[in-house]
């Protein structure tokens, strides 16, 4: 368990490091919108895609920027 937590650490702060195409304002109001959604459909795409990024998809997410 120790291990998926140390993995998921690394591969956030590939998806940081990533962003950095993104400004800040960007990162922000992303944020913010995913804090005030509460439509549950779009959060459970959200969490699919977050469960993909996690099983290795990293890159394939960063090819489409």
Known sequence: M???KNRKVQQL?????GAD??????LAGALIVLAE???AT???AWAK????FF???ATAIWSGI
């Open 42 to 44: 779009k959060r459970e």
């Open 37 to 39: 959604t509460r439509d």
């Open 55 to 57: 099983r290795g998809a």
């Open 2 to 4: 120790i291990a998926s």
């Open 49 to 52: 895609r977050g469960a993909t």
């Open 13 to 17: 702060g590939e998806l940081v490091t």
């Open 21 to 26: 195409a993104l400004s800040a304002e960007e």
